[in-house]
């Protein structure tokens, strides 16, 4: 009778290992990779959007035991290992290019490669849905957010033309009869997005068989989100017009929106339900066993993610010591006067070493500079982030964009203008440029990936940004136009880094 209790308490052992194992493999990713799992779990605590990031593991855990057949013995470990090196090196990537969404992402990369290094291929593939869910993990998304404005206020303005009602649109502003709607970012309906994404996934996971079909059913709780959230915000905008501001502008609001959002969430269920396939036993397998490789396999796992840990280290984390400039030298403009930057605008640049602005001023044309230099890109200390930007959400506002070629620093080509709202309804078109080691660069990615390639080599080399914009009464073009005349006026980059570098 004794040896029986011991033979089962031995196989409870054995069964037991895999998830020591796995277990290991992901505290250590964690550990030595905590700025990137505590980034991620702050922004769940702190944003309203993302406190659903700590249910995901959970929900993923579920639906793999649900579900899911039981593991058998692991096969062909080799794919975890090729995930695991992918994850680790899109995290040295993001994390050189300060893109933390790109480190979470490989964090869960490594996390999901750590699965198949510890049970094995089939169980990758068997698992492969909920494993694929532990990315909602990732606070991601918020790029859209302008895109999903813009379609917001497009589907508002059509549906109340329908009405043959009067309206108008600027950028993100809508006017009726009875005053200016904002389609702010929290009315882009990003929240819901994302939210209906999160339980379209499960309800496809239950409820249908084949990929397909799941696939199909998230593209559908997509385009159903964001028209449903166009829908929404024709009604309140409708409701406040047609009482004259009276409701739909305070509290009832929020209480108007939520239960309409309550609403699209059952009728989401219920479209879901009418093409869910009948339910079926799922095949059960042997239980996982450890095997002789089972050990040397989390081994080499987490050898690996000491090495990306210790290469970080020592080579994109080494100290820099730089020294900003005493004071920042403005651009050079021939032609045109150089008078004090603005009083009522300013570009919001709270993390560089050094700003300086003027107002450039020829014949008609006026022009504000602001100008953001960093000694070198780090933590705190990016180069590229969202709180250096044009627009400083308190008097002014950021409510469109408008794409234009611009000659500027050697190049003619297309960039973004963004359209900006401030006091007294004044309106700002800004281009923003950005500048690393003497090259420019319009697109934000193009930067980044710079950064990283520098940064990778052991270099960090100093850069930042110029934002140069023109008012304008009705008509951005007009503001492009004087944009235009001053930048082809614009002294060469190379030039205006000369007089930095001597100082």
């Known amino acids: 009778m ?34 990137t799992a505590l980034d991620m779990a702050t922004t769940w605590a702190m944003s309203s959007s993302y ?4 249910l995901v593991a959970p929900i993923a855990v579920w639906m793999i ?4 057949a039981k593991p058998a013995t692991p096969t062909n470990r080799a794919p975890g290992f090729l995930i695991i090196v992918a994850g680790a090196t899109l995290w040295l990537m993001g994390h050189a290019a300060s893109v933390a969404v790109v480190e979470q992402f490989a964090l869960v990369t490594t996390i999901i490669g750590s699965v198949c290094v510890v049970y094995g291929g089939g169980v990758l593939r068997s698992w492969a849905y909920p494993l694929a869910f532990l990315y909602f993990m990732v606070p991601f998304g918020e790029a859209i957010v302008p895109g999903l404005q813009t379609i917001t206020a497009q589907i508002v303005v059509a549906m109340l033309s329908a009405l043959s009602m009067p309206v108008s649109i600027d950028g993100y502003l809508i006017r009726t009869p009875a005053g200016a709607f904002e389609v702010a970012e929290a009315c882009a309906g990003f929240r819901f997005l994302i939210s209906a994404l999160m339980i379209a996934a499960v309800f496809a996971y239950v409820s249908f068989q084949s990929l397909h079909k799941r696939i199909g059913f998230l593209l559908f709780a997509t385009a159903f989100a964001i028209l449903a959230n166009g829908v929404r915000a024709f009604m309140l905008v409708l409701i406040a017009t047609l009482t004259d501001m009276q409701w739909a502008v305070g509290p009832d609001h929020l209480l108007i929106g939520w239960m309409f959002y309550a609403l699209l969430f059952v009728i989401l269920i219920a479209v879901g339900r ?11 397998t042997p239980t996982q066993q450890p095997g002789a490789s089972a050990l040397p396999a989390m081994l080499a796992a987490i050898a690996m993610i000491v090495g990306v840990a210790a290469y970080a280290s020592v080579v994109i984390d080494r100290p820099v010591d730089k020294t900003a400039p005493v004071s920042l030298s403005l651009l050079n403009a021939p032609g045109w006067r150089i008078l004090p930057p603005a009083q009522n605008w300013r570009a919001h640049l709270p993390q560089a070493d050094r700003t300086a602005g ?24 990016e180069i590229i982030n969202y709180d250096n930007r044009a627009w400083s959400d308190v008097s002014w506002r950021r409510i469109g964009a408008h794409d234009a070629v611009i000659y500027l620093f050697g190049t003619s080509k297309t960039r973004r203008i963004d359209i900006l709202a401030g006091p007294e309804r004044r309106r700002l ?6 500048w690393l080691d003497g090259e420019v660069f319009l697109e934000r990615w193009r930067m980044k990936l710079a950064q990283a390639k520098a940064k990778l080599t052991g270099r960090n080399p100093s850069g930042g940004l110029i934002i ?8 951005p073009a007009n503001a492009v136009a004087t944009l235009r005349n001053f930048t082809s006026d614009v002294e060469p980059l190379g030039a205006w880094r000369s007089r930095i570098d001597r100082q």
């Open 51 to 54: 406190h659903y990031g700590v």
């Open 274 to 284: 009418r093409f869910a396939d009948a339910p079926t036993s799922q095949p059960s």
């Open 358 to 381: 003027a107002t450039y001023v020829n014949a008609n044309n006026t022009v504000y500079v602001s100008l953001g230099y960093f000694t070198h890109d780090r933590k705190g200390g």
């Open 429 to 434: 078109a800004a281009v923003t440029v950005y």
């Open 65 to 68: 035991t649900a579900k899911s």
């Open 468 to 475: 140069i914009a023109a008012s304008y009464n009705r008509d």
């Open 2 to 35: 004794a040896a029986v209790t011991t033979d089962t308490s031995l196989d409870r052992s054995i069964a037991a290992t895999p998830i020591v194992y796995f277990s290991a493999i992901v505290v250590t990713a964690i550990a030595l990779l905590h700025p």
